[in-house]
């Protein structure tokens, strides 16, 4: 078994190769970074003000919590038409159970303090309930992910319609509101701490992972390399945490609720937004499911399945089960999308979550998501998500028109796959 | 001496067509058994009954002297059997260490799957198993032929099967390889593993196996001991049918 390629003296690296980080990744960053710069210059600066990247973030958050489900359920070589409609039948069901349900039904009253949390779990107990269904139809009954969500694409809006009668229902409970809208943040001081802790987190990451590697010998890194990485790690997190504490709480507003801001006088109050709740949600969702696909049996079953579904059912994993497992996660993930979403437009619509599907499957394949199963990464989808919704915001704001900001999402969404598939021919990955 | 394995009177039809009729075979441990005969002859099917793959329609399977209840390929693992499938089963996405390790992960004592340790272990193993073996980190892809079927023979080693299934290992290789493979068998019959072994390469065959068992429709046709019969006799068998020494 000879192979002419191994060498035992390392070849001469580049400086990317020695920070070993995925070239793929690097790209969509440089992608992202190029849609932001163009934006700026078009809109004469106004792309990157800390109003606009707050707004960015809170309109990016539900799809992009959807798009991390959407990762394992692509990655198993399935694929989930519904997930609109079942965050439309998520919120429908959240706004009955606050506004209806539990002040009249069983008597809390509105503005009990258990209503937004009872509500919450209520919610995602039925996304998960939705989604195991959607998983027993496909795992165990053999019907295709595609027939069996595009029947729920249909049924679950309309399900949701049936329960409010198609209105408009709201106000949404206060507290709920905090997890989507604007004035659901962290605030100055809070947004710092939590950008200390990410750092402090990344570094004791970085540190214990090169540890683990020399306590079994394997080789690591150029401390030099580490190093880089951990001060561009925590560079970008204070950076972003820095911009979103720049955007002011406008003077009206300080005005009329000082006390909210922690002030004993409206005047010399000057607090800012700080992180939105909805992006401190995302970031949960984000660590978790890449903590569930690498370092669980349950993530790299998923995966596993994906690459050879015969290698994993003769590797003893019950793939039926784990279809219905990704699914349910993918409804978990939904109702979170629609505590965001319906808390950011304080109320339910009929039409909320409308595309979204397709938004946040384009999210997931932009990400680097191979459609033939096996690959993807939770962060890609994250960045998938932001470069669509940045596409969108920005040609809103230069003032494109409606019928062209699609066309150049779609073109954008073919061409970023064209670019991939040529990428995996030219360095012969799978 | 106690047989590792009593295939007794199997049978398994895939509608309505017989793909085992009433098959019994044994296998001792230090033993090679070969199964031989033409494609669809059944020896893919019987073996995958062993594996848990399939389940079988009628018939006992006795490991070791007991009856045992095999329907799963995680139960047939637990009887410390290991398959190593003509197309590997190795899910190419991952990484050597992961399948190795596919469906019986090391975890931490937090309960995640502990890599470290298991790409440690897989350093270990193949370094006894092929020594040139370096691509660790990299998914099973872009490893050659020889080396992917170094990692699906490692799975059966690491975990000490007792009894191992090969279903045409060498049908990928190449001539440096497969001498490796036969080395390997060799050793592991030394240690008292029993094993099947599926090919169809007649004097391959004769070199490796101590018995051989000629199967056409779904049937066993014959068994001998290789030292008894020629290679002519063998193919016979396989062609015609018949087992020219019963006729005799």
């Given at each position: 078994?000879?192979?002419?390629?191994?060498?035992?003296?390392p070849p001469?690296r580049s400086f990317l190769q020695s920070l070993e980080v995925d070239t793929r990744l690097l790209?969509?960053?440089?992608?992202?970074?190029?849609?932001?710069?163009?934006?700026?210059?078009?809109?004469?600066?106004?792309?990157?003000?800390?109003?606009?990247?707050?707004?960015?973030?809170?309109?990016?958050?539900?799809?992009?919590?959807?798009?991390?489900?959407?990762?394992?359920?692509?990655?198993?070589?399935?694929?989930?038409?519904?997930?609109?409609?079942?965050?439309?039948?998520?919120?429908?069901?959240?706004?009955?159970?606050?506004?209806?349900?539990?002040?009249?039904?069983?008597?809390?009253?509105?503005?009990?303090?258990?209503?937004?949390?009872?509500?919450?779990?209520?919610?995602?107990?039925?996304?998960?309930?939705?989604?195991?269904?959607?998983?027993?139809?496909?795992?165990?009954?053999?019907?295709?992910?595609?027939?069996?969500?595009?029947?729920?694409?249909?049924?679950?809006?309309?399900?949701?319609?049936?329960?409010?009668?198609?209105?408009?229902?709201?106000?949404?409970?206060?507290?709920?509101?905090?997890?989507?809208?604007?004035?659901?943040?962290?605030?100055?001081?809070?947004?710092?701490?939590?950008?200390?802790?990410?750092?402090?987190?990344?570094?004791?990451?970085l540190?214990?992972n090169r540890?683990?590697k020399?306590?079994?010998?394997f080789p690591v890194k150029p401390v030099w390399a580490e190093v880089s990485l951990t001060?561009i790690l925590?560079?970008?997190?204070?950076?972003?945490?820095?911009?979103?504490?720049?955007?002011?709480?406008?003077?009206?507003?300080?005005?009329?609720?000082?006390?909210?801001?922690?002030?004993?006088?409206?005047?010399?109050?000057?607090?800012?937004?700080?992180?939105?709740?909805?992006?401190?949600?995302?970031?949960?969702?984000?660590?978790?499911?890449?903590?569930?696909?690498?370092?669980?049996?349950?993530?790299?079953?998923?995966?596993?399945?994906?690459?050879?579904?015969?290698?994993?059912?003769?590797?003893?994993?019950?793939?039926?089960?784990?279809?219905?497992?990704?699914?349910?996660?993918?409804?978990?993930?939904?109702?979170?999308?629609?505590?965001?979403?319906?808390?950011?437009?304080?109320?339910?619509?009929?039409?909320?979550?409308?595309?979204?599907?397709?938004?946040?499957?384009?999210?997931?394949?932009?990400?680097?998501?191979?459609?033939?199963?096996?690959?993807?990464?939770?962060?890609?989808?994250?960045?998938?998500?932001?470069?669509?919704?940045?596409?969108?915001?920005?040609?809103?704001?230069?003032?494109?028109?409606?019928?062209?900001?699609?066309?150049?999402?779609?073109?954008?969404?073919?061409?970023?796959?064209?670019?991939?598939?040529?990428?995996?021919?030219?360095?012969?990955?799978? | 001496?106690?047989?590792?394995?009593?295939?007794?009177?199997?049978?398994?039809?895939?509608?309505?067509?017989?793909?085992?009729?009433?098959?019994?075979?044994?296998?001792?441990?230090?033993?090679?058994?070969?199964?031989?005969?033409?494609?669809?002859?059944?020896?893919?099917?019987?073996?995958?009954?062993?594996?848990?793959?399939?389940?079988?329609?009628?018939?006992?399977?006795?490991?070791?002297?007991?009856?045992?209840?095999?329907?799963?390929?995680?139960?047939?693992?637990?009887?410390?059997?290991?398959?190593?499938?003509?197309?590997?089963?190795?899910?190419?996405?991952?990484?050597?260490?992961?399948?190795?390790?596919?469906?019986?992960?090391?975890?931490?004592?937090?309960?995640?799957?502990?890599?470290?340790?298991?790409?440690?272990?897989?350093?270990?193993?193949?370094?006894?198993?092929?020594?040139?073996?370096?691509?660790l980190k990299e998914?099973?892809?872009?490893?050659?032929?020889?080396?992917?079927?170094?990692?699906?023979?490692?799975?059966?080693?690491?975990?000490?099967?007792?009894?191992?299934?090969?279903?045409?290992?060498?049908?990928?290789?190449?001539?440096?390889?497969?001498?490796?493979?036969?080395?390997?068998?060799?050793?592991?019959?030394?240690?008292?593993?029993?094993?099947?072994?599926?090919?169809?390469?007649?004097?391959?065959?004769?070199?490796?196996?101590?018995?051989?068992?000629?199967?056409?429709?779904?049937?066993?046709?014959?068994?001998?001991?290789?030292?008894?019969?020629?290679?002519?006799?063998?193919?016979?068998?396989?062609?015609?049918?018949?087992?020219?020494?019963?006729?005799?």
């Amino acid at each position: 078994m000879s192979d002419l390629t191994a060498t035992d003296t390392p070849p001469k690296r580049s400086f990317l190769q020695s920070l070993e980080v995925d070239t793929r990744l690097l790209g969509m960053i440089g992608a992202f970074a190029l849609v932001c710069i163009v934006f700026n210059i078009l809109t004469d600066g106004r792309f990157l003000t800390p109003r606009n990247v707050f707004n960015l973030s809170i309109q990016t958050a539900s799809v992009a919590i959807m798009a991390t489900g959407m990762v394992f359920v692509i990655v198993t070589r399935n694929i989930d038409l519904s997930v609109g409609a079942i965050l439309a039948v998520c919120s429908a069901t959240m706004a009955l159970t606050q506004t209806r349900f539990l002040p009249d039904t069983l008597g809390l009253g509105l503005g009990h303090p258990l209503i937004p949390w009872v509500t919450i779990a209520f919610g995602i107990a039925v996304g998960a309930l939705i989604g195991a269904f959607n998983g027993w139809l496909v795992g165990y009954q053999g019907i295709p992910a595609f027939i069996v969500t595009l029947g729920g694409f249909l049924v679950w809006r309309n399900v949701g319609w049936v329960q409010t009668s198609g209105q408009t229902i709201g106000p949404l409970d206060p507290v709920f509101q905090d997890f989507g809208g604007i004035n659901g943040t962290l605030g100055t001081q809070w947004s710092w701490v939590f950008a200390g802790v990410a750092v402090l987190t990344t570094c004791w990451l970085l540190w214990s992972n090169r540890k683990t590697k020399v306590g079994h010998g394997f080789p690591v890194k150029p401390v030099w390399a580490e190093v880089s990485l951990t001060v561009i790690l925590s560079g970008a997190i204070l950076a972003f945490v820095a911009t979103l504490n720049a955007y002011a709480v406008p003077e009206r507003a300080v005005a009329r609720d000082f006390a909210d801001y922690g002030c004993a006088t409206a005047v010399g109050c000057n607090p800012s937004y700080g992180i939105p709740v909805s992006v401190l949600l995302l970031i949960a969702v984000a660590v978790t499911l890449t903590v569930v696909a690498r370092r669980t049996r349950l993530g790299r079953y998923i995966f596993a399945t994906g690459g050879n579904p015969d290698a994993a059912e003769l590797s003893g994993i019950n793939t039926r089960l784990l279809t219905v497992k990704v699914f349910a996660i993918m409804g978990v993930l939904c109702a979170i999308a629609a505590v965001v979403a319906s808390a950011r437009q304080t109320y339910h619509t009929n039409d909320i979550g409308t595309l979204d599907e397709l938004r946040v499957i384009a999210a997931a394949v932009i990400g680097g998501t191979a459609l033939s199963g096996g690959v993807g990464t939770i962060y890609g989808a994250i960045l998938g998500a932001l470069i669509m919704q940045s596409l969108q915001s920005g040609m809103a704001m230069v003032g494109v028109d409606a019928p062209y900001q699609n066309i150049v999402v779609g073109s954008v969404l073919v061409f970023a796959v064209w670019v991939d598939i040529q990428y995996r021919k030219i360095t012969g990955a799978k | 001496m106690t047989p590792l394995v009593q295939m007794k009177d199997v049978s398994i039809s895939f509608g309505g067509v017989k793909a085992v009729d009433h098959v019994s075979i044994d296998l001792y441990p230090g033993e090679v058994v070969g199964l031989l005969g033409h494609n669809g002859a059944g020896k893919s099917t019987l073996i995958k009954m062993l594996s848990g793959a399939y389940k079988m329609d009628s018939g006992e399977i006795w490991i070791e002297g007991k009856k045992a209840e095999i329907h799963s390929p995680r139960d047939s693992r637990d009887y410390n059997i290991e398959t190593i499938y003509q197309t590997l089963a190795l899910a190419d996405n991952l990484d050597a260490a992961s399948n190795l390790f596919l469906g019986r992960e090391l975890t931490t004592k937090l309960g995640f799957v502990d890599d470290g340790r298991m790409e440690a272990e897989t350093r270990k193993i193949m370094a006894r198993l092929n020594p040139n073996f370096k691509k660790l980190k990299e998914p099973v892809s872009a490893l050659s032929g020889g080396q992917r079927q170094s990692v699906a023979i490692a799975r059966a080693v690491y975990f000490k099967a007792k009894i191992l299934i090969m279903d045409e290992p060498t049908a990928a290789l190449g001539v440096h390889e497969t001498k490796m493979v036969a080395d390997l068998i060799q050793e592991l019959k030394k240690q008292g593993l029993g094993i099947f072994l599926i090919s169809h390469d007649t004097r391959e065959m004769m070199e490796l196996c101590d018995r051989v068992s000629v199967m056409k429709n779904g049937q066993v046709v014959g068994t001998e001991r290789v030292e008894d019969v020629t290679e002519d006799d063998i193919l016979s068998m396989i062609i015609l049918g018949k087992n020219p020494r019963a006729a005799a």
